[in-house]
């Protein structure tokens, strides 16, 4: 059975920074693409990054420069780093399993986790 649990939400400071985690079970991990995408009130759910089976990166025009997908095939688990958060950034983080394609952005979604509040206050 898939499973996707996210650690490391909380409250911060304009500025500030979190790290993200999002522990996987119940597939071969390294076979499979990830991302983080977030949702905040009111809005659309947003992609902000992805990574692929080889570790490549891909980032919304809002986060980049700001926020680095990593993950470890080891230890089955993404993250997402992020630094220099503003208010804007508050949202509920979602990991989600993908099937691997081309464009980050369309990749079919296999799994999703429960996601992580991420708030950001002045």
């Known amino acids: 059975q898939v499973r996707l649990t996210e650690y490391g939400g909380g409250t911060v400071q304009t500025g500030g920074s979190l790290r993200l985690s999002c522990v996987a079970s119940g597939y071969t991990f390294a076979r499979y693409c990830m991302s983080w995408f977030r949702q905040a009130p009111g809005q659309e759910r947003e992609a902000v990054a992805g990574?692929?089976?080889?570790?490549?990166?891909s980032y919304s025009d809002s986060v980049k420069g700001r926020f680095t997908i990593s993950k470890d095939n080891s230890l089955m688990t993404v993250y997402l780093q992020m630094t220099s958060l503003k208010r804007e950034d508050t949202a509920v983080y979602y990991c989600v399993l993908q099937k691997c394609t081309s464009d980050w952005l369309t990749r079919p979604q296999i799994h999703r986790g429960q996601g992580t509040q991420v708030t950001v206050e002045s």
């Open positions: 990574i692929d089976m080889a570790g490549g990166q």
